[in-house]
């Protein structure tokens, strides 16, 4: 009975490397969102994806962020050529239909991301 | 475009009664809801207020005003594994995601 699976847990990457953060949602659920969090801050809300999809990327910022969520496999969030303020938790989550109507989503325990 | 204002902090003694408020703008509504998070960990729902009123979960309670574009969590006899953040939510613009407040920090005390 697996609930949201992110990984890496700590990731530590140096200026101008690569991050790739994994996600697999909880079995059934077809909608991903990933979310950023800074240190005493709230969720900053990044993208919305169900398979093959992005639905909705007004949170993401337009350069070296991608993600996707392919019909097979884990939803990744990809950060090219990290800068020191791309430190923070990035936090996944799913929902089995449009949360909309419940409120209600399914978080992993996040991926905490260094760059030194 | 759209907020979500709650405090920062709040402190109570075990057993004690608590209330965070959140108000909030929207351009569209589609409910709020509230999420506990421990020390950074997952967040984790605890309700959803759809439409006016109260509604009770054990110990937790929620409300919600959408004419004063206000709601609030209640929390009842509080206990020390209470201490975490709390964050109200609403839907975005486009009805496609959450965005969420900033968090409440609340510190339970013996």
């Known amino acids: 009975n697996a609930g949201v699976m992110q990984n890496p847990r700590h990731l530590v990457r140096r200026r101008g490397q690569e991050a790739r953060l994994r996600c697999s949602p909880v079995?059934?659920?077809?909608?991903v969102y990933w979310y950023r969090q800074l240190p005493e801050e709230g969720l900053k809300f990044m993208v919305y994806?169900?398979?093959?999809?992005?639905?909705?990327e007004s949170g993401m910022p337009k350069e070296r962020f991608s993600a996707e969520f392919p019909k097979e496999g884990p939803s990744i969030l990809r950060i090219q050529q990290v800068v020191r303020g791309d430190s923070a938790a990035y936090f996944c989550?799913?929902?089995?239909?449009?949360?909309?109507?419940?409120?209600?989503?399914?978080f992993g325990e996040g991926s905490r991301l260094t760059v030194l | 475009g759209q907020s979500l204002e709650q405090p920062s902090e709040v402190t109570a003694v075990e057993g004690a009664i608590v209330q965070i408020n959140c108000t909030y703008q929207?351009?569209?509504?589609?409910?709020l809801s509230w999420y506990q998070q421990h020390d950074g960990g997952a967040p984790t729902f605890l309700s959803y207020?759809?439409?006016?009123g109260l509604e009770e979960t054990g110990r937790f309670s929620s409300f919600l005003s959408r004419s004063d574009s206000y709601g609030y969590l209640l929390l009842q006899e509080l206990q020390m594994k209470d201490s975490a953040s709390y964050f109200c939510?609403?839907?975005?613009?486009?009805?496609?995601?959450?965005?969420f407040g900033k968090g409440t920090t609340l510190s339970v005390s013996s």
């Open positions: 989550a799913s929902s089995p239909g449009v949360q909309t109507n419940t409120g209600e989503l399914f």
């Open positions: 079995k059934g659920h077809s909608h």
């Open positions: 994806l169900q398979k093959e999809n992005i639905i909705d």
């Open positions: 929207t351009s569209g509504f589609y409910g």
């Open positions: 207020n759809g439409l006016d």
């Open positions: 939510a609403g839907v975005n613009q486009a009805g496609t995601a959450l965005i």
